[in-house]
């Protein structure tokens, strides 16, 4: 277990209250786990600016009757399948698809992937739903 350290934080009182409100309403036990939680989104992003080794799921919508887009999300993915981890392939109903493509790799090729993906017509909906690898978080 890491050791725990303690510290002050000088905040106006309204904005402690609505954040208390906010951490209750999310089901936070406490005020540290919630500015842990906040500390830990933080260094994620300062990880995505940085251009380090990240990891994320992108997350696409599409109309699998569209001509083609099943090929072309296929081919793009196999143009990237150094930073390709795993992918699902969901029907949501008789038209409708959702794909999610788990990736691990530099912030920039993961952005440049979600974005070629995104921008190919007939896709619907495309979310880059960012992580980390979990190290110096």
């Known amino acids: 277990m890491k050791k725990l350290s303690r510290f002050g934080v000088s905040v106006e009182s309204d904005l402690l209250e609505r954040f208390d409100l906010q951490i209750g309403r999310r089901g936070y036990p406490t ?64 038209d409708n698809c959702l794909e999610i493509v788990v990736v691990r790799g530099k912030a920039d090729e993961v952005e440049r992937l ?3 993906l995104k921008s190919i017509k007939g896709v619907k909906y495309s979310s880059l739903a960012s992580a980390s690898t979990g190290r110096g978080i």
Do not use: N, P
Request: net charge negative; hydrophobic share 40%.
């Open 31 to 94: 005020r540290s786990k919630a500015i842990s939680d906040l500390m830990r989104s933080f260094l994620v992003e300062t990880q995505w600016a940085d251009g380090v080794e990240v990891a994320a799921a992108i997350i696409l919508v599409y109309d699998h009757h569209k001509h083609h887009l099943s090929s072309q999300l296929t081919h793009v993915q196999h143009d990237h399948h150094d930073i390709i981890v795993s992918s699902q392939h969901i029907h949501l109903d008789h």
């Open 114 to 116: 979600a974005q070629k």
